[in-house]
């Protein structure tokens, strides 16, 4: 672009403005001798134009311009004798080409985002851990309920992922049943969709990244306070800028494509295919959002594109269905460690996500209509897909519109969900349900030292139960006489005595991991408590381990017990079950101090 003085405008009628430019090296190459070739002209430009566009540069290099005057009986041969008046030299540098860099570029900006999602997240669980804990494990056997739980959960911590991990984590640990965290998960769906609104109220209208750093300052010195919520707080503060820093980035690396690009092109050829373009564009949305792990950074991906004019809107339409399907992959691989009611409750997540998106695509041109029509009247004017602004805005409608109507329709089918979820996950008999050693998933509880506790103390308290079933196997090897129940026993013994082994370890490991969080002097007392019933627990598989060694010694050697010998050693034994039961009871209560 260029201006022109108007005093002298008059003179320079019957002149033409023509444009001289070549990279800084062969323009050194030039002053070393080199033909004039090695300059490139542009065609004559009318006097009145003020701005130029020169395409199919180099990318990321630096070039040197000229702007010349001359005559328009010049015409289009220009040569190194030809009366030109050239400005002074104009330095530029084109931008970076679309490229492997920028690819780069684009995936730091996406991680840039999900970081500032994911400390953001993880600061307001801390601040609302226990409060976020109670919310969740106190949920009556009220669906509705647990709709409510799951958007307000989801909304505080501002993460569906979040809340269907720790969701899968209660159930893992028998603290929710499968009914109750079905309404949890459905709640959790609609809480996502207020990430979209955010992103497209704070992030592509006010631009809340002008303001990060102002907020960066706000949250930095909680960093230093002692009160014990500070830190987790700044987290929090500091999240929330970053994450929209990070969004910014994203909006600039994102490439400005024109209509006819092939990319944009390739969108809209295949946007009026019936039911092949949903599928694969809904197919695309799940494959971004599986990819990076996030369904609100490929939400934010998306409302990009289409401010960018990538995607039109139905495409982006049809990919917020498939971020919808995508998202229930976390909840999937957070309960493949835990048991099988673990299991099934992340199936019914994902369940309810393709039940949605099924129905959703069969009347996805009505329902666009709708939001079509919605956005209009709020603008006061004809809804138009092409107006990127109104485009983002039916995108989050729709988003936030399919998973309410998708809650409404399915939460009285919760029942046959619950039903589908157990037929699709086997049980592996007493093994899988009752004998799982670990209600530790190390998924959601890590982050949450809350539900960390919560989760061994229900190990610790079925650890409790193991040693007790030893006190009955002694009972059999002192008054069963039958040799091969005699060997089972001793089999059986030495199996439970490793597994007290195995479970104290893990459970020590455990708690070493969330003794590194910040956690609270309650929960560090409780951490002291159960290390130290692990220890005694682990104690107890040995000295029946011992036991049953010594019997089997004296059978060895053919000694038997006296009738007294052995009514006294029952005697025991009916004192070691009392205890045991007044030890169960204990551990499935409340305690933390010792």
């Not at 976020?132 to 669906?143: A, C, V, W």
């Not at 069969?362 to 709708?370: M, N, R, S």
Request: proline share 2%; net charge positive; glycine share 8%.
């Amino acid at each position: 672009t260029w201006s022109i003085d108007y005093e002298v405008y008059s003179k320079l009628k019957n002149k033409q403005i023509v444009i001289k430019y070549n990279t800084k090296i062969g323009s050194k190459r030039n002053k070393k001798g080199y033909a004039e070739r090695d300059w490139k002209y542009t065609k004559p430009i009318d006097i009145k134009e003020t701005s130029f566009e020169i395409k199919d540069l180099q990318g990321a290099e630096k070039y040197e311009v000229y702007i010349g005057i001359i005559d328009k009986s010049e015409g289009n041969q220009i040569t190194k004798d030809s009366e030109v008046v050239w400005s002074d030299k104009i330095k530029a540098k084109t931008e970076r080409g679309w490229g492997l860099m920028k690819l780069l570029i684009l995936i730091g900006s996406l991680g840039l985002f999900i970081f500032g999602m994911k400390i953001m997240s993880d600061g307001m669980q801390r601040t609302a851990g226990e409060k976020l804990r109670s919310m969740l494990g106190s949920i009556t056997s009220n669906r509705f309920k647990g709709v409510i739980t799951g958007f307000s959960s989801t909304a505080i911590v501002q993460s569906s992922s979040v809340t269907t991990v720790m969701t899968v984590s209660l159930v893992n640990a028998g603290l929710l049943n499968l009914r109750q965290s079905a309404g949890v998960m459905m709640g959790a769906n609609i809480g996502t969709t207020i990430t979209a609104w955010l992103v497209l109220m704070l992030g592509f209208k006010v631009s809340i990244s002008s303001y990060a750093l102002v907020l960066i300052a706000v949250g930095a010195p909680l960093l230093f306070m002692s009160f014990r919520k500070s830190k987790d707080l700044a987290n929090a503060i500091i999240g929330f800028a970053i994450l929209f820093i990070g969004l910014q980035f994203l909006k600039d690396a994102v490439p400005d494509l024109d209509k006819d690009s092939a990319l944009v092109q390739f969108f809209i050829n295949y946007k009026d295919t019936p039911i092949l373009s949903n599928l694969m564009f809904v197919g695309l949305g799940a494959l971004v959002t599986i990819i990076i792990q996030s369904s609100s950074a490929a939400m934010a991906l998306t409302l990009t594109m289409v401010s960018k004019g990538i995607i039109p809107f139905e495409v982006a339409c049809a990919m917020v269905l498939g971020e919808n399907i995508g998202t229930t992959i976390t909840a999937e691989l957070a309960s493949m460690v835990g048991n099988v009611h673990a299991k099934r409750s992340a199936r019914i997540h994902s369940l309810f996500n393709v039940v949605g998106v099924t129905w959703m695509l069969i009347v996805i041109p009505l329902f666009l209509e709708l939001i079509g029509w919605l956005i209009g009247l709020s603008h006061g004017t004809a809804f138009d897909p092409n107006n990127t602004g109104m485009a983002n805005e039916g995108i989050a409608l729709f988003h936030t519109l399919f998973n309410a109507a998708n809650v409404l329709l399915l939460i009285g089918f919760v029942p046959l969900l619950v039903r589908l979820s157990v037929k699709s996950v086997k049980s592996k008999g007493e093994a899988d349900e009752e004998f799982k050693l670990d209600y530790i998933t190390g998924a959601g509880g890590l982050s949450v030292p809350e539900v960390a506790i919560l989760e061994v103390k229900k190990e610790v308290a079925k650890f409790g139960e193991v040693t007790t079933r030893m006190n009955g196997f002694v009972r059999t090897l002192i008054n069963d006489q039958d040799k091969k129940t005699r060997n089972k026993m001793f089999n059986k013994i030495m199996k439970y005595e490793e597994i007290t082994d195995r479970v104290e370890v893990e459970v020590a490991n455990y708690l070493d991991q969330v003794s590194t969080q910040e956690i609270t002097p309650e929960v560090s007392a409780q951490i002291r408590s159960m290390l130290s019933i692990t220890n005694d627990l682990e104690r107890i598989g040995d000295i029946y381990y011992q036991i049953s060694k010594t019997i089997e010694r004296k059978d060895d050697k053919k000694i038997y017990f006296l009738p007294e010998q052995r009514e006294n050693l029952n005697n025991m034994l009916d004192g070691l079950d009392k205890a045991f039961a007044v030890m169960n009871k204990n551990l499935n209560s409340e305690f933390g101090h010792i």
